[in-house]
């Protein structure tokens, strides 16, 4: 890794908060979407590599909870292009 000058992430996210009935009254309106706000914060972790030819970043990324809920993917894979310093 470090012959190829290439940079090793590793990260936690997390989210927590509240939705308004207001808000989940506009939701409600649009036909065929099932609004689900959260009951508990939201984690995932995820681990990259980055500066790869010196402008693009690759993450794979775990949902840490809320990993039961149908049509959902517990693993994802983002790439990103950008110049990091």
Known sequence: MRKLN??????????????????????????????????????????????????FRIDCAWRANYRDLPGTSNFTVKGSFGFYF
């Not at 506009?26 to 790869?52: D, F, H, R, T």
């Open 6 to 55: 290439l940079r090793e992430i590793i990260g936690i996210k997390g989210v927590y908060g509240t939705v308004t009935d207001e808000n989940i009254n506009i939701n409600v309106i649009q036909p065929g979407l099932v609004y689900q706000a959260p009951q508990k914060p939201y984690w995932e972790y995820s681990a990259g590599i980055g500066n790869i030819f010196k402008v």
